[in-house]
Structures are given as C-alpha cells and as structure tokens.
C-alpha cells in the first residue's frame, strides 16, 4: 500500500520560498512516478510538478516553471518540491501522489486514478 506524507507548508510572504517534502513507504521507490498537484479554495486540483524517480526526469506546468524545483532523494524516498518566487496566486492546499504508471508529464498528471496521495499540507502566501 502506498503511504505518502507531505510536509513543509506554511505561511509566507510573496516572493518567499519554501520546500515541501513527501516522503514515501509501502512502495519500491524506483518503480513510481511521484507528482505534486495544488487545489485552492473554489478551484480544480492542478497538476504542477512531476519526476519519473528511476530516470530522474521532470515535468514542470507553465504556472510553476521557472519558479519550482521537483527533485528526490532515494536513499530517503523522499521527493521534494522546492518553490521560490511565490505568488498569493500559488496559495492552495499541496498534495504529493504516486503511481507505477510509466513515464512523466502532462499525460501522467492528467491520469484520473493515481494509486497513492498524501494528506496535503497548506501553502499559503501572503501579498
């Protein structure tokens, strides 16, 4: 069973940064494709970061490029999301999901069924 836990949200003022973390048990971390997607208040959950963990490769939605980093550790099996340049735009709850489905991008964040999310952790910035 997939477990994930997100950690790392708070408050922060426009500009700022901050580094979410998700870590990740229950899988063989090499298999998965890990995600990081938003929801804010009245708005579609959003898909913005995702890395293939065995080919280190990465997926970055225009809302995000340029300003957040998707990276991992695997000796942790964690994968971090590493935001700068925030925006209150980029206010919204957080949320790390895995699957083994293959590959990365778009595609993958667009999947209806992903096997595993975390609980979420909120990132609010202020202006």
């Known amino acids: 069973e997939v477990q994930l836990v997100e950690s790392g949200g708070g408050l922060v003022q426009a500009g700022g940064s901050l580094r979410l973390s998700c870590a990740a048990s229950g899988i063989t971390f090499d298999d998965y494709t890990i995600g990081w997607f938003r929801q804010a208040p009245g708005k579609e959950r959003e898909g913005v970061a995702c890395i293939s963990v065995s080919e280190g490769s990465t997926y970055y939605a225009d809302s995000v490029k340029g300003r957040y980093t998707i990276s991992l550790d695997a000796a942790k099996n964690t994968v971090y999301l590493e935001m700068n340049s925030l925006k209150p735009e980029d206010t919204a709850v957080y949320y790390c999901?895995?699957?083994?489905?293959?590959?990365?991008?778009?595609?993958?964040?667009?999947?209806?069924?992903?096997?595993?999310w975390g609980q979420g952790t909120l990132v609010t910035v202020s202006s």
């Open positions: 999901a895995a699957d083994s489905f293959p590959g990365y991008g778009s595609a993958w964040l667009a999947l209806n069924y992903l096997e595993g």
